[in-house]
C-alpha cells in the first residue's frame, strides 16, 4: 500500500463529521505505539481533523521465521539496519482550521526536507472514502515511497534526529510542548 504521493487539494465532505466519529471509535489506544500515545489522544480532541493511522518508526531486527523485534535506539543502531517509517495519516477538514493545520504541516515537512515528507495519502481517498487524507512522514527522501527500507548507522542517526525533531514540532502544534 503506497500512503504517501503528491497532494491534493482539499475538497468538501459532507460527511466529515460522521467520517470521524466512526474513525474515533475504531481507536484502540493500546495499539498506539507508547511514544505518541499523547498526539493521537490530542488527535481525538482535535475537531478539523483525525487520525487513521500512526507509527511512531523503529528500528528492527529480523528474527527467526517472520519474528520482528524492535530495536529501541538506546541499545545502539545496527551497521546496516531496517526500519520502519514514522508518520500519521490525517484527515483533514475543509475549513478555515483545517486549511491552517494543513499549511502548518506543510511547514513542519520544510524543517528536514531530507527526511520529513508531507503529502496526499490517495490510497484512503481512493479506497477508504477518506477524502482529504494526507501524511506527514519521517523516512529518508528517497525512501518516501515505501514503509520500510534499509539504511547505514550514520543515516539512521539522522532518521532518529529528525524524527525527535517531527515529533516535537507535531506537539508543539498540538499545544503539548
Not at 162 to 171: G, I, P, S, T, V
Request: with cysteine.
Amino acid at each position: 500500500m503506497e500512503t504517501y504521493c503528491k497532494l491534493k487539494e482539499l475538497v468538501e465532505d459532507d460527511r466529515f463529521s460522521e467520517k470521524r466519529a466512526n474513525a474515533l471509535e475504531q481507536i484502540c489506544m493500546s495499539d498506539i505505539d507508547p511514544p505518541i500515545r499523547d498526539i493521537i489522544e490530542t488527535f481525538k480532541e482535535t475537531p478539523y481533523c483525525f487520525t487513521i493511522q500512526s507509527c511512531h518508526g523503529h528500528i528492527i531486527e529480523q528474527g527467526d521465521g517472520n519474528q520482528v523485534k524492535r530495536i529501541e535506539p538506546e541499545s545502539g543502531l545496527p551497521e546496516n539496519g531496517l526500519y520502519q517509517i514514522a508518520y500519521v495519516t490525517l484527515v483533514l477538514e475543509n475549513s478555515a482550521p483545517g486549511r491552517e493545520f494543513y499549511q502548518a504541516l506543510s511547514d513542519v515537512s520544510r524543517l528536514d526536507e531530507k527526511f520529513i515528507q508531507w503529502g496526499g495519502a490517495h490510497w484512503f481517498w481512493e479506497t477508504q472514502g477518506h477524502c482529504n487524507s494526507y501524511v506527514i512522514q519521517v523516512a529518508p527522501h528517497r525512501f518516501r515511497h515505501l514503509d520500510r527500507f534499509n539504511m547505514d548507522r550514520t543515516e539512521g542517526r539522522q532518521w532518529l534526529k529528525a524524527r525527535a525533531l517531527f515529533f516535537k514540532e507535531l506537539r508543539g502544534l498540538l499545544g503539548l510542548g
